[in-house]
């Protein structure tokens, strides 16, 4: 089993940057790819991007590319999602996620555990 739990979420203007973070415990983080989706109201969850087990690979949605940037500190067992360059249509709750496959990895079902969500709203 491994708790996930995000934070860093809020309301930001068009243009500006958030940083969430997914904090970890439970079995060993290191042995999971870690990616990041996001659910905007009424829509489908949708994948974001996900990183590697080491950190040492990333894979991004085309939407976002250039503008957000998945890390991790494997000694914190925490993973980071920043986002820079922020828009309107980014609005969604974002949620964290692990699983035992590639970061390669988009489809969520492929991923087995989870975080609650948190709240990024974005005004123009």
């Known amino acids: 089993q491994v708790q996930l739990v995000e934070s860093g979420g809020g309301l930001v203007q068009a243009g500006g940057s958030l940083r969430l973070s997914c904090a970890a415990a439970g079995r060993t983080f290191s042995s999971y790819t870690m990616g990041w989706f996001r659910q905007a109201p009424g829509k489908e969850r949708e994948f974001v991007g996900a990183i590697s087990r080491s950190g040492g690979g990333t894979y991004y949605e085309d939407s976002v590319k250039g503008r957000f940037t998945i890390s991790r500190d494997n000694a914190k067992n925490t993973a980071y999602l920043q986002m820079n360059s922020l828009k309107p249509e980014d609005t969604a709750v974002y949620y964290c996620?692990?699983?035992?496959?590639?970061?390669?990895?988009?489809?969520?079902?492929?991923?087995?555990?989870w975080g609650q969500g948190t709240q990024v709203t974005v005004s123009s």
């Open positions: 996620a692990a699983s035992m496959r590639t970061y390669y990895n988009t489809l969520a079902g492929n991923y087995d555990y």
